[in-house]
């Protein structure tokens, strides 16, 4: 069942669905992506049908709302609803995942990382490791990327026989690159290593396959790319890790409504909440669906692509993966020239960031990585090339922050 209050054709212009400020452009949909309106009125009307009669939607409506709302994303990511569990992000995901496999590992197991993966997931992980004695291993990918096996061969070298988990993003966070992770979970697999993809930029932004990939558990978030509402997320089990699975809060673990149990049981009460982010998911999708799904896809992808080239024209600089939708959709992680000084601490920004949004209104992020000074730009439907030549204009007239 979907609620929903507006009908929105989604023919020519989009920005009604928006309530972006006029004079704010809007570059990071891939950190924050706000909603489309007609998914905000969604989880509005979810919230209003709670509160009209508790009892009954708590006791009578909420499990088969939410079998109903898994079953639509299942769909749409290529598994069935049953092997889901909505989380409020890609970071509560990745905390089950950490805390359920953490507790089996032995001091001086080992669990594999990329070098691009989030700083959160690297703590996560840094304190679950901790606990238990187990080793964090971090392996360096080949930058600039040049075809899918090195990469893949650059994971699978590290790989040990105390390896117990392989983490590797779907996209990445710092440099916005699609990993080869099929291949990941094919090598992965002849070894007898589970992998656990941290995907929340995948999720909408490329086609999912859940089942074929073969991963063990997958994290992500809706408010990225599915414009789902903020705090809506899912967790992906394969069927052979349920059982594994400990809830990161304990309540009372059983049906509400009396159906038989169910390994989602113990993760669907975390005491009393408010579904509705999850609820207003199906109403995500069905937006995009009605856009078209791959016109979507492609129509970001263009304009990723188109502010590549511009961005690529006014530095100089190589990007550092070939121009591929193999490699980047609707993100691009590009080098600005360096300021020569160290990398500002976690949480002092890049001195650019200041003018870019003082002075033009431009909310784009800058990522120092590994000695890189990248400048991640996100398209979404409501991005034109005009944002992207305002950015151009405002980098020049900034001189990158030199
Ligand atoms: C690769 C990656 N993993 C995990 C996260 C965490 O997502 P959230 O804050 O929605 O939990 C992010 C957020 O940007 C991310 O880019």
């Given at each position: 069942?979907?609620?929903t209050t507006s009908t929105s054709q989604l023919s020519g212009d989009l920005s009604n669905e928006w309530s972006i400020p006029a004079g704010v452009t809007y570059l990071n949909h891939g950190s924050f992506g706000p909603s489309p309106r007609c998914v905000r009125d969604a989880r509005h009307a979810?919230?209003?049908?709670?509160?009209?009669?508790?009892?009954?939607?708590?006791?009578?409506?909420?499990?088969?709302?939410?079998?109903?709302?898994?079953?639509?994303?299942?769909?749409?990511?290529?598994?069935?609803?049953?092997?889901?569990?909505?989380?409020?992000?890609?970071?509560?995901?990745?905390?089950?995942?950490?805390?359920?496999?953490?507790?089996?590992?032995?001091?001086?197991?080992?669990?594999?990382?990329?070098?691009?993966?989030?700083?959160?997931?690297?703590?996560?992980?840094?304190?679950?490791?901790?606990?238990?004695?187990?080793?964090?291993?971090?392996?360096?990918?080949?930058?600039?990327?040049?075809?899918?096996?090195?990469?893949?061969?650059?994971?699978?070298?590290?790989?040990?026989?105390?390896?117990?988990?392989?983490?590797?993003?779907?996209?990445?966070?710092?440099?916005?690159?699609?990993?080869?992770?099929?291949?990941?979970?094919?090598?992965?697999?002849?070894?007898?290593?589970?992998?656990?993809?941290?995907?929340?930029?995948?999720l909408a932004m490329?086609?999912?396959?859940?089942?074929?990939?073969?991963?063990?558990?997958?994290?992500?978030s809706g408010h990225k790319w599915l414009s789902a509402p903020f705090g809506s997320?899912?967790?992906?089990?394969?069927?052979?890790?349920?059982?594994?699975?400990?809830?990161?809060?304990?309540?009372?673990?059983?049906?509400?409504?009396?159906?038989?149990?169910?390994?989602?049981?113990?993760?669907?009460?975390?005491?009393?909440?408010?579904?509705?982010a999850?609820?207003a998911i199906?109403t995500a999708i069905e937006f995009l669906e009605r856009f078209g799904v791959?016109e979507f896809r492609?129509q970001t992808?263009?304009l990723a692509?188109?502010a590549?080239?511009?961005?690529?024209?006014?530095?100089?600089?190589?990007?550092?993966?070939?121009?591929?939708?193999?490699?980047?959709?609707s993100m691009?992680?590009?080098?600005?020239?360096?300021?020569?000084?160290?990398?500002?601490?976690?949480?002092?920004?890049?001195?650019?960031?200041?003018?870019?949004w003082?002075?033009f209104g431009i909310e784009v992020p800058?990522?120092?990585?590994?000695?890189?000074?990248?400048?991640?730009v996100s398209c979404y439907l409501y991005n034109t090339r005009a944002h992207i030549?305002l950015l151009?204009?405002?980098?020049?007239?900034?001189?990158?922050?030199?």
């Amino acid at each position: 069942m979907t609620l929903t209050t507006s009908t929105s054709q989604l023919s020519g212009d989009l920005s009604n669905e928006w309530s972006i400020p006029a004079g704010v452009t809007y570059l990071n949909h891939g950190s924050f992506g706000p909603s489309p309106r007609c998914v905000r009125d969604a989880r509005h009307a979810w919230s209003e049908r709670l509160e009209s009669q508790p009892m009954d939607f708590y006791l009578r409506q909420m499990e088969t709302a939410l079998d109903e709302a898994a079953e639509k994303l299942g769909k749409f990511i290529g598994t069935n609803g049953n092997d889901l569990l909505f989380c409020d992000n890609a970071t509560v995901a990745m905390n089950i995942v950490a805390e359920s496999v953490s507790a089996t590992l032995k001091p001086g197991d080992e669990i594999l990382f990329t070098d691009q993966e989030y700083g959160a997931v690297m703590r996560i992980w840094r304190r679950a490791a901790e606990r238990v004695g187990a080793r964090i291993v971090i392996q360096p990918m080949p930058r600039p990327v040049a075809n899918a096996d090195e990469q893949v061969a650059a994971v699978m070298n590290a790989v040990t026989e105390r390896t117990k988990l392989i983490i590797v993003s779907h996209i990445t966070s710092p440099t916005a690159v699609i990993f080869p992770v099929e291949a990941v979970c094919r090598e992965a697999t002849k070894r007898g290593v589970p992998v656990c993809i941290d995907g929340p930029h995948a999720l909408a932004m490329m086609p999912l396959n859940l089942k074929k990939l073969g991963c063990d558990f997958y994290c992500a978030s809706g408010h990225k790319w599915l414009s789902a509402p903020f705090g809506s997320g899912f967790l992906y089990v394969a069927k052979k890790r349920q059982q594994q699975l400990t809830p990161p809060v304990m309540s009372w673990g059983g049906s509400l409504s009396g159906r038989s149990a169910h390994w989602q049981d113990e993760f669907r009460w975390l005491g009393t909440r408010d579904p509705a982010a999850f609820l207003a998911i199906p109403t995500a999708i069905e937006f995009l669906e009605r856009f078209g799904v791959e016109e979507f896809r492609q129509q970001t992808h263009e304009l990723a692509q188109y502010a590549r080239q511009r961005i690529v024209e006014l530095t100089g600089l190589e990007p550092p993966t070939p121009d591929s939708r193999e490699w980047y959709g609707s993100m691009i992680a590009l080098p600005l020239p360096s300021t020569g000084e160290p990398a500002p601490r976690q949480g002092i920004r890049d001195q650019l960031q200041n003018p870019l949004w003082g002075k033009f209104g431009i909310e784009v992020p800058i990522v120092h990585w590994r000695g890189e000074r990248l400048l991640r730009v996100s398209c979404y439907l409501y991005n034109t090339r005009a944002h992207i030549d305002l950015l151009c204009d405002a980098l020049k007239q900034c001189n990158f922050g030199l």
